[in-house]
């Protein structure tokens, strides 16, 4: 998946000479709290959030400090066909709330925050579906992961996503995958699981 896929298009966008009122005027009645700082040809020239303008407005009305004065100069950002998985690192490691997207020419063509990259995860995790959840310890066997999914199938569950928690806590150490199911009757799985001689930890 691509970041193009997720980026808010056509962001609103604010010019150096824009005072830190508007700003904070702009990203609180659309309620957004980030905006890219472009020139006239669209390209990117720093980048604000709602809280350094906030944080930023009383000195602004005391000392003249201007929006170009408290922007971000040299904002990271993320080209419109890198991976979400590129983006949402990035986010991660950085420790922001958002980006903006950029083309090879350093023209702004969208903006991506966290609140995106979670609503992609969370739909393709299936998340807010109403299911089943099943955590078991695949074992060490190369085939093992391909048998519990065989065995959930066979026993009337339908895969709707994988997890995997790398600390999770297991027998000997061992990972446990999260499988999430469609709804579907719980105990047959989990007998038959156990049967095959694997770990079911927990179920829900």
Not at 113 to 130: E, Q, R, W
Not at 152 to 161: A, E, F, K, Y
Not at 172 to 200: D, M, S, W
């Amino acid at each position: 998946m691509e970041v193009s896929s997720l980026m808010i298009e056509k962001p609103i966008t604010v010019s150096d000479r824009t005072s830190v009122q508007e700003a904070i005027y702009l990203m609180e009645e659309n309620g957004i709290r980030h905006l890219p700082v472009v020139n006239q040809s669209q390209k990117l020239v720093g980048w604000v959030t709602l809280g350094d303008m906030k944080q930023g407005l009383l000195p602004a009305v005391v000392t003249g400090l201007s929006l170009a004065d408290l922007m971000i100069k040299d904002p990271i950002t993320v080209h419109p066909d890198a991976d979400i998985e590129t983006a949402a690192r990035l986010i991660f490691e950085k420790k922001i709330g958002g980006m903006p997207v950029v083309d090879g020419n350093d023209k702004v063509v969208g903006v991506i925050t966290v609140t995106d990259i979670l609503g992609a995860f969370i739909k393709i995790m299936g998340i807010l579906s109403n299911g089943l959840i099943i955590d078991v310890d695949v074992g060490e066997r190369e085939d093992g992961f391909e048998n519990v999914s065989r065995i959930i199938r066979d026993n009337g569950g339908q895969i709707v996503s994988v997890g995997i928690a790398p600390d999770s806590p297991s027998a000997n150490g061992r990972t446990i995958h999260h499988f999430r199911l469609k709804k579907c009757p719980e105990q047959p799985i989990v007998k038959a699981l156990k049967e095959g001689g694997y770990n079911v930890f927990s179920s829900s």
